[in-house]
């Protein structure tokens, strides 16, 4: 079945260490994209990709970096830069003309 | 810049209701229009996608609505369930990205 891993669930870190989030897609699809997600708070996109090896910020950047160099893959670091990295964090992928498509969410805790 | 808007931010009806759920939107130059369902703890799920060029699209005892020219678009539910209970997003496509709703919480009551 075709579909969007994320993993792992739910992930705890200390303060001021770095911490990379997996997302992997099977769907084929060009885009994909990060969002977080906090309470009382709608979807704030990350990051994003349209294509292999290609990338751009999205709305809160800032503290966080990715990489595209797996059609499949797009991995998303949370480094010690970012003040409030306590989120759930969601991954998409999209092909043309359809739906977005996500990942069950990693709930990334640090204390 | 874009911005997405969801009325009622709650809503809890007993089952067997029909209900409409309401987005907003400040930007009408958009390619599709989505309307995703929220499980708590979980990801997204896509319940229906309007291209821009589309006025509505229907699954089951989902419909839903699109007036670009207004900003708007309409999540209608037919006789509510328990199992309908969840957060519902709408979410806009403009140039290269989406802009997400804050959500609807739907309870329904058996």
């Known amino acids: 079945d075709g579909g969007i891993t994320q993993s792992p669930k739910y992930l705890f870190r200390k303060e001021g260490q770095n911490v990379t989030l997996s997302c992997e897609q099977n769907?084929?699809?060009?885009?994909m994209y990060w969002y977080r997600q906090d309470p009382g708070q709608g979807l704030r996109l990350i990051y994003y990709?349209?294509?292999?090896?290609?990338?751009q910020k999205g709305d809160i950047a800032e503290g966080y970096s990715v990489s595209r160099e797996k059609k499949e893959s797009f991995p998303l670091t949370v480094t010690s830069a970012q003040k409030n990295p306590t989120a759930f964090y969601l991954c998409?992928?999209?092909?043309?003309?359809?739906?977005?498509?996500f990942g069950n969410g990693t709930r990334l805790t640090v204390t | 810049k874009q911005e997405v808007t969801q009325i009622p931010a709650a809503l809890s009806v007993p089952e067997g209701e029909n209900l409409v759920l309401n987005c907003s939107f400040t930007?009408?130059?958009?390619?599709?229009l989505q309307w995703f369902r929220q499980d708590p703890g979980k990801g997204l799920t896509s319940l229906l996608l309007?291209?821009?060029?589309?006025r509505e699209q229907t699954s089951g005892r989902l419909n839903a609505s699109l007036d670009k020219s207004s900003g708007r678009s309409t999540l209608y539910i037919a006789a509510s369930q328990p199992g309908d209970s969840a957060t519902y997003l709408c979410?806009?496509?403009?140039?290269?990205?989406?802009?997400f709703g804050t959500g609807t919480r739907l309870l329904v009551s058996p």
């Open positions: 998409a992928s999209q092909g043309a003309n359809s739906p977005l498509h």
């Open positions: 769907l084929n699809h060009d885009a």
């Open positions: 990709s349209q294509i292999v090896n290609d990338f």
């Open positions: 930007d009408s130059a958009i390619y599709n």
């Open positions: 309007i291209q821009s060029s589309q």
């Open positions: 979410a806009v496509t403009g140039f290269q990205k989406l802009v």
